[in-house]
C-alpha cells in the first residue's frame, strides 16, 4: 500500500482507537446528503499489446493482473477511497457487492 494511502486508511479505526475517537463529521447540508455519487470499482488491469486489442472480438478474454480473490479498489474520479472484497449478493441473480475492509478518513479532503 503507497504511504500516503496508508496514513489515510483505517478499518475498523486501528487497534488504539475507540470508536468515539473518530472526528466528528462536519455539519453538512440535507440536500448536499441527496446528491449521488458515481464509485468506480477496479478489479484489475490488463496491458494487451496494441496488435491484440485491434483482434479482441466478442467472446475475445484479456488477462487481468488479478485474482478473483484480491482486494478491489474503491475510487471517486482518481481518488482512492477505499478498498474491499466482491461478494456476490443474494441467492440469485449473480449481482455483485463489496464489503469494505479498509476506508480512507475522507474528513480532511472534502
Known amino acids: 500500500m503507497p504511504d500516503d494511502m496508508r496514513d489515510d486508511m483505517r478499518g475498523d479505526g486501528g487497534p488504539d482507537a475507540a470508536p468515539d475517537e473518530r472526528p466528528a463529521p462536519r455539519a453538512r447540508s440535507g440536500a448536499f446528503l441527496g446528491v ?14 496494441v496488435s491484440e486489442l485491434v483482434e479482441l472480438r466478442r467472446d475475445s478474454v484479456l488477462t487481468l493482473d488479478s485474482s478473483v480473490n484480491d482486494p478491489v479498489e474503491l475510487y471517486i474520479g482518481d481518488r482512492l477511497i477505499a478498498r474491499g472484497e466482491l461478494q456476490e449478493i443474494g441467492d440469485t441473480g449473480g449481482r ?12 480532511k479532503e472534502f
Do not use: W
Not at 36 to 49: D, Q, W
Not at 96 to 107: F, I, K, N, Q, Y
Open 36 to 49: 449521488p455519487i458515481e464509485v468506480t470499482i477496479s478489479v484489475g488491469k490488463a496491458r494487451p499489446l
Open 96 to 107: 455483485l457487492g463489496v464489503r469494505l475492509t479498509e476506508v480512507a478518513d475522507l474528513s
